[in-house]
């Protein structure tokens, strides 16, 4: 399996982290994204009319949709990840993948004008950024009262790892995370998955220590 | 502060249309003319001086008294040019160049790649500010890095030197993998903005005839990634000259002569004089 990757970019990041996750191994092949605009040449445009990455090739099949390749990875090797099948959560994990793309197209927009200068309105961008977040925020606080950590189960499906990337690079945009709690232990529960891979940008957890031992009554 | 030279643009990247950015808070254009050569113009359509070297357009708002810096090594056959690119960071261009500087971050800023923990000693090496140059040199500079390169195999001791040729440009010399006895080049050249916002250009002079174009491009970014959202986070954001508001440690020894540096020139664009 071949993804045309950029090491920068939240989407192609989504299909390295959730081949890590299951254990299912990528050849990469670095695309000059940045500056070099490779994606926009006839070789990556032939194969993706719409000149985006990431672009993943697996035989015949080329897929060009982030989404997709999340499907097609946890189907192929984990698809506990797609979901228990129950009616409630089969729709909440294909409302999250949908959401994702307003991510992309506002957090990932932000963080495209401030980092490598792309054109956009930046006010506007940030705004649907934060109208995002606080859905998402509200989203999990949700959860949290059903008794649920992640975005449409108890455990992690695509649509977190759809939505993961965008957001914990909001403050590339930046726009601060610190209003939302819930995104944040969100945050740290895929961060604490194991094979849990980063990107720059979004760090692992710093291992913390054992909890000291205390004897009852020693104090 | 206004007669250094600094980088404003990629030659690779130039077009007869321009391309409109901001040197220290005025506005110019770099563009190309009739004949190919760089022109940059002010925002009063004042056409400033114009340097095309490593990779990058150079200008000066001023009038330059010193010639840009020399890199010998770009002019060495054999050696591969990589224009990185841009990226912009909201922090004091000289905040910048000292996180460039520094050694004692990789095993926690740059894990399992320039660093990792428990490797984290910084052992003692060599400052100086050279008067003949007038730069600030560290050298003797040494590192244990999982990954040193792309084109290192596994875990080195790597060695370093430091350069700082001109305010906002620092030039590394680095052990180089397939290459003992010869240095890999790697620079930030960083272009002020504003006293707190910077447009960064690294580049690289490297021995690496195996490792494709985008595999260097990747891996410079994503060093130089990792460091953006610390950069982005330093309190407080101009870079303090004067003593007091923060304490250096032995292993910030070319931070001091920079700072040390700076002041003795008076170069304060980005920088903090008295201790808040």
Aim: aromatic share 8%; proline share 8%.
């Amino acid at each position: 399996m071949k993804l045309y990757d950029y090491v920068l970019s939240p989407s192609c990041y989504k299909v390295r982290l959730m081949a890590a996750l299951i254990g299912v191994k990528l050849e990469i092949r670095p695309v000059d994204f940045h500056p070099g605009a490779e994606h926009l040449g006839p070789e990556l445009m032939a194969l993706n009319p719409a000149g985006s990455i990431p672009i993943l090739e697996d035989g015949d099949l080329i897929l060009t949709e982030s989404t997709a390749m999340l499907a097609y990875l946890a189907a192929k090797a984990a698809p506990e990840w797609l979901g228990s099948g129950a009616p409630e959560e089969t729709a909440r994990i294909q409302q999250w993948l949908s959401f994702s793309h307003r991510l992309t197209a506002s957090l990932g927009g932000a963080r495209l004008h401030e980092m490598l200068l792309r054109p956009g309105d930046i006010a506007a961008l940030q705004a649907q950024g934060i109208a995002a977040l606080r859905e998402l925020e509200a989203g999990l606080v949700e959860q949290g009262l059903r008794g649920m950590r992640f975005l449409a189960s108890d455990r992690p499906t695509i649509a977190d790892i759809a939505c993961f990337p965008y957001v914990a690079l909001a403050p590339d945009g930046g726009i601060l995370l610190d209003p939302y709690p819930a995104i944040r232990l969100w945050s740290r529960a895929i961060r604490g998955l194991d094979d849990f891979i980063e990107m720059p940008g979004i760090h692992r957890l710093h291992e913390l220590n054992p909890e000291p031992q205390i004897e009852p009554g020693a104090a | 502060m206004r007669d250094e030279w600094y980088p404003v643009g990629l030659f690779s990247q130039l077009d007869r249309n321009g391309r409109n950015t901001v040197l220290m808070g005025e506005p110019i254009t770099v563009a190309l003319d009739a004949e190919g050569a760089a022109t940059v113009t002010s925002g009063s359509g004042r056409a400033l001086p114009v340097r095309v070297r490593y990779g990058h357009v150079w200008s000066s708002l001023g009038n330059p008294r010193k010639e840009l810096f020399a890199i010998p090594e770009a002019d060495q056959p054999g050696r591969r040019f990589v224009d990185v690119g841009v990226v912009r960071v909201r922090c004091s261009p000289l905040r910048a160049v000292e996180n460039f500087l520094d050694i004692a971050h990789f095993p926690f800023v740059h894990t399992d790649i320039l660093g990792a923990e428990p490797h984290t000693e910084v052992e003692e090496y060599k400052v100086e500010i050279r008067k003949d140059e007038d730069e600030v040199w560290a050298t003797q500079v040494k590192f244990y890095q999982p990954q040193a390169a792309k084109s290192a195999n596994g875990g080195i001791t790597t060695e370093y030197m430091y350069r700082v040729p001109a305010p906002t440009c620092s030039v590394l010399y680095k052990t180089c993998p397939p290459r003992p006895g010869e240095w890999d080049v790697i620079t930030l050249f960083v272009q002020p903005l504003a006293e707190d916002l910077c447009d960064v250009w690294p580049w690289m002079a490297l021995f690496d005839d195996a490792t494709p174009m985008a595999d260097l491009i990747h891996f410079q970014q994503t060093i130089f990634l990792q460091d953006r959202s610390i950069l982005e986070n330093q309190i407080p954001r101009l870079l303090p000259l004067d003593p007091g508001m923060e304490i250096p440690t032995r292993a910030d020894l070319t931070s001091v002569a920079y700072r040390r540096w700076l002041k003795r020139h008076n170069y304060t664009y980005g920088a903090q004089l008295v201790a808040q």
